[in-house]
């Protein structure tokens, strides 16, 4: 059997291109208005515990579809995938456009939403990745300022592009590192473990913690990695025969 793949990417998306005479806020912007459409300027990924960190843009002439039609099939080959408000902005972009250009995808992934986590089982004051990672020690994002998109979008510069792209890896290397934090403190998604008994994220042996009986009479065992502190859980019947999985 083949190892589990874990995925970590994010996305850089450009805004519409419209016609408005009145700017503020609550300013309503119809959509006939828009002159020229949204798309993914370049998406950046990288595979866990490798050190290359990948990435792709749209053509010279703005357009994302050899991107998107590139970057499916490797969004498919992950077991697990790992980004920053990934259930509500990078999938469903993908997925816009993905539909946009008739190209097929992948109705449901496995997706461990970093931001989702945040907001859920910690308290911080705030949940940007930018905070997150520089809370916790692991340095800060790049600095931009939305000239950087203007001069992408509308001057099509290079110079500028690369500085995105710069941009984008670098918030992968930033989420990768930010989820290795979380990953002891919440519960597995995924199982990359050869036996049952043996820790579901790095493969390492577990010491038992306690039994427990759930409200439909099951035992379960509670066990933590000896190695990288993940707690799992699981029947106590295959915690102690220790099978192959």
């Known amino acids: 059997m ?10 850089e998306t450009c805004p519409n291109v ?34 290359r960190v990948n990435v792709l843009t749209w053509d010279n002439n703005q357009d994302d579809k050899t991107l998107v039609k590139e ?15 990934g259930i509500d902005f990078d999938i469903k972009w ?19 939403d970093t931001l989702k986590i945040a907001r859920s089982r910690f308290k911080f004051n705030s949940n940007a990745l930018d905070y997150i990672s520089q809370y916790l020690g692991l340095g800060s994002k790049i600095k931009t300022d939305y000239s950087l998109w203007k001069e992408v979008l509308l001057n099509n510069n290079k110079t500028a592009l690369k500085k995105m792209v710069q941009y984008c890896k670098h918030d992968v290397e930033l989420l990768e590192q930010v989820w ?9 998604r995924s199982n990359f473990a050869e036996y049952t008994h043996q820790c579901p994220e790095c493969n390492s042996p577990t010491r038992k913690r ?36």
């Open 18 to 51: 419209g016609l408005f005479w009145d700017s503020g806020y609550q300013i309503n912007v119809p959509y006939e208005n828009i002159i020229k459409e949204r798309a993914i300027i370049c998406v950046a990924w990288k595979w866990a515990r490798e050190k």
């Open 180 to 188: 290795d934090k979380m990953n002891p403190y919440v519960l597995a």
């Open 210 to 245: 306690k039994t427990r009986i759930t409200a439909g009479g099951y035992r379960k065992v509670q066990f933590q990695c000896i190695k990288c502190g993940k707690y799992g859980s699981i029947a106590e019947s295959r915690f102690m025969n220790k099978k192959k999985i």
């Open 94 to 112: 993908l997925r816009g456009r993905a539909i946009k250009h008739g190209i097929p995808m992948v109705p449901d992934y496995t997706i461990v």
């Open 2 to 11: 083949s190892k589990p793949k874990r995925l970590f990417f994010d996305l």
């Open 71 to 85: 970057f499916i099939p490797i969004l498919n080959e992950a077991d697990e995938i790992v980004a920053h408000n």
